[in-house]
């Protein structure tokens, strides 16, 4: 974890492009009241192949120029063309967006085609190819090892080429047992891995939801959360309470023992996450 502690500290939230015009205002909403944490970006996610594409551009610049938050749109390689890839880097390039995120994505049900890029290392190759170091390139790390990796060595490895490939830093997949990121950073310095890999912070906030979210993704919850969130049902509020002070502690290990950042999951709310950064009294300590 020493290399970790090395690196500022980032501090940036996750959200999915709205739907319809309501979604859109509650969403600059969640934008306005997120200011307070003085992120060093938000993301705007982007669905490999569906109709949030267009979205995505739109929300992303939408917040940077109307709001003034530094923006980094996700891009995945996943069901597209080299061409197409080419033309959002462009757009966005011209829009002043200075970060991407880069993931493979995957594959919408009912697509057949993989595209050109096969995985996020080549994408990551691409983007540096056609745009040199104009953007800085974020990517995906997974310390409770990607579901459909062979093993979690070759995880690693892989993980490894988007760094050779030119990626700056990386966000992780959320976990709630801090030991395994601790080991994914261990892994990482082993394998000379020499970029800031902040820890994904998904706020517990309804269990079905997240039950379901961690069988898609491989993301682990622990069965003594289980189990407690099984026993409060439908009761939000005793969730809530029992969640923000679950992740608040969870947060505050991994920044104590040298996390370079914190980057949440928002799902486009702000309650969680605001609670979750005033318990870590981080509150105007914000480098960015
Ligand atoms: P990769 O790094 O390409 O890895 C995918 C799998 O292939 C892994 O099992 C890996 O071990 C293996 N692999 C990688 N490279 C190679 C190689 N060269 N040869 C053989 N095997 C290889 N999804 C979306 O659709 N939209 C989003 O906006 C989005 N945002 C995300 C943000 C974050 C921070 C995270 C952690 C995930 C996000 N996802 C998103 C989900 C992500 O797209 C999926 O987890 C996807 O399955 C993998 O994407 P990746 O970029 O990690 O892929």
Redesign the pocket.
Known sequence: MNSQRAYPKSFSFELFPPKTEAAELALKNTVAQLRQINPSYCSV????GGSTREKTFETVVSIQEGMGIACAP?I?CIASTRSYIREMLDAYREQGIKRI?A????MPSGMLTTGELR???ELVEFIRQETGNDFHVE??GYPEV?P??ANAE??LL?FK??VEAGADSA???YFYNAEAYFRFIDDCEKQNINIPIVP?IMPITNYTQLARFSEL?GADIPRWIRKRLEVFGDDRVTIRTFGIDVVSKLCRRLLEQGAPGLHFYTLNQSDATLAIWHNLGLHGNNPA
């Open positions: 996610t982007f669905g490999a996700h995945s995120v993931l493979r994505g995957d995985y996020a290392n990517v995906a990607h459909q990796a070759k995880d892989n080429r988007k966000i992780t997949q994904g993704c």
